[in-house]
């Protein structure tokens, strides 16, 4: 489920990132707020490919 930006800007400001205010949330672009979004959620968004190590082919 792809949220906006404006609710991503919300969900940040209820609940912000450690070391983070809202007033810091209110003032980033869409373009920093889906790249701290897209950082912050990377773990879910891998596919396991080489998780038990690193295979050359």
């Given amino acids: 489920m792809q949220l906006s930006t404006e609710e ?3 969900k940040y ?6 070391g983070m205010s ?3 949330i ?3 672009s869409e373009g920093e707020l ?5 950082f912050l959620n990377d773990d879910e968004l891998d ?4 998780e038990e190590g690193f295979y050359i082919f």
Avoid: W
């Avoid at 400001?13 to 450690?18: A, L, M």
């Avoid at 889906?34 to 897209?38: E, G, H, I, T, V």
């Avoid at 596919?47 to 080489?50: E, K, N, V």
């Fill in 26 to 28: 209110l003032s980033m």
């Fill in 13 to 18: 400001i209820n609940n912000p990132p450690e």
């Fill in 34 to 38: 889906l790249d701290m979004d897209y």
């Fill in 8 to 10: 991503l800007r919300q």
């Fill in 47 to 50: 596919d396991d490919f080489g």
């Fill in 22 to 24: 809202p007033a810091d």
